[in-house]
């Protein structure tokens, strides 16, 4: 069973930055891809960034490319989110997110274990 916990969420104002985290309890970290998603206020989850096992491959969706960056230590089972130049748009609960055969990196069904959360808000 794999658990990922998230942290680092908070308030922040426009044009600032936040650095998320999400550590995961699971052997072999390094063999599964893993993602971000988000949650606005009111709206369905999305995806933002994805890894694969050994950081070779990368995907952003648009709106946050040149922003955000995704990053990852095996070595500390640990997935990274740089969010920089925030906009009030992003404000989101943000979710880390892994899955034991991940075919289409950015594509939610994809992905079998969730993080809890953890809360971002941007304000202008």
């Known amino acids: 069973q794999v658990q990922l916990v998230e942290s680092g969420g908070g308030l922040v104002p426009a044009g600032g930055s936040l650095r998320l985290s999400c550590v995961a309890s699971v052997r072999s970290f390094g063999r599964y891809h893993m993602a971000w998603f988000r949650q606005p206020p009111g709206k369905e989850r999305e995806f933002v960034a994805a890894i694969s096992g050994l950081g070779t491959t990368i995907h952003y969706t648009d709106s946050v490319k040149g922003r955000f960056t995704i990053s990852r230590d095996n070595a500390r089972n640990t997935l990274y989110l740089q969010m920089d130049t925030l906009r009030p748009e992003d404000t989101a609960v943000y979710y880390c997110?892994?899955?034991?055969?991940?075919?289409?990196?950015?594509?939610?069904?994809?992905?079998?274990?969730w993080g809890q959360g953890t809360q971002v808000i941007v304000s202008s």
């Open positions: 997110a892994t899955g034991d055969t991940v075919q289409s990196m950015s594509a939610l069904y994809d992905y079998d274990y």
